[in-house]
């Protein structure tokens, strides 16, 4: 089984470009969210959804959207990257609000 | 205010000595408890978890952690650490009702021979 899988592992952008990072599961979770982690900092949630169709914002939301058209995908979307969104991206999954998290491998991304 | 709490940035245990890791929380009601780890350049992995019951629950990789209702922590044990151990380790709270998942700031653990 694959899980959760985010692409790409790596990325560089200047500051003002805009990017979507991909996140995909195998496993028919309703739930899905995006995290970025920082040094000191933990994870820090971004968005999550709770099935197609339904998003929300978590603890640090601006400068990033997200959508849930189906249930395998839920892409992040950076619209005008800034050197402070310079971090590791984690999306994951779970079945539902209380079930253990599935986590993919991060994307490190750095803004320039 | 909810929160998790890892009071440990940064932890050195040598290989076969005894390991522990706190984590406290709070919380109006008992959530539901996990444990990560995270090696260099992954993603984070479930070691264990605790939704009722016997509140020592024993996880992957020989690890075990026992919630404590009173003090309102969840800590993670290891008898006898191995080098393989060396990672990041992040307590994570789901509390019952709503869909927050909550997580400490970690603890990094090196192994030294």
């Known amino acids: 089984n694959a899980g959760v899988t985010q692409t790409p592992k790596f990325q560089v952008l200047k500051t003002g470009q805009s990017m979507t990072l991909q996140c995909a599961q195998d496993m028919n979770h309703e739930y899905m969210s995006w995290y970025r982690q920082d040094p000191g900092m933990g994870l820090r949630l971004i968005h999550y959804?709770?099935?197609?169709?339904?998003?929300d914002q978590g603890e640090v939301p601006n400068g990033y959207n997200v959508s849930r058209s189906t249930t395998e995908d839920f892409p992040l979307r950076l619209l005008s990257a800034a050197p402070s969104q310079t971090s590791v991206y984690f999306c994951?999954?779970?079945?539902?609000?209380?079930?253990?998290?599935?986590f993919g491998d991060g994307t490190r991304l750095s803004i320039l | 205010a909810q929160s998790v709490t890892q009071p440990d940035i940064h932890i050195t245990v040598s290989e076969g000595a005894s390991l522990e890791l706190r984590c406290n929380y709070s919380?109006?009601?008992?959530?539901?408890l996990f444990w990560y780890v995270q090696s260099p350049g992954q993603g984070l992995q479930l070691l264990l978890k605790?939704?009722?019951?016997?509140?020592l629950v024993q996880g992957i990789k020989g690890f075990e952690a026992e919630f404590k209702r009173s003090q309102s922590s969840f800590n993670l044990r290891k008898p006898s650490v191995h080098w393989s151990d060396a990672a990041e380790y992040f307590c994570?709270?789901?509390?019952?009702?709503?869909?927050?998942?909550?997580f400490g700031t970690g603890t990094s653990l090196t192994v030294i021979p």
């Open positions: 994570a709270v789901a509390p019952n009702t709503g869909n927050q998942f909550y």
């Open positions: 605790y939704f009722s019951g016997d509140t």
């Open positions: 994951a999954s779970r079945l539902r609000g209380h079930q253990p998290q599935h």
């Open positions: 919380y109006g009601a008992t959530p539901y």
């Open positions: 959804s709770v099935g197609a169709g339904i998003t």
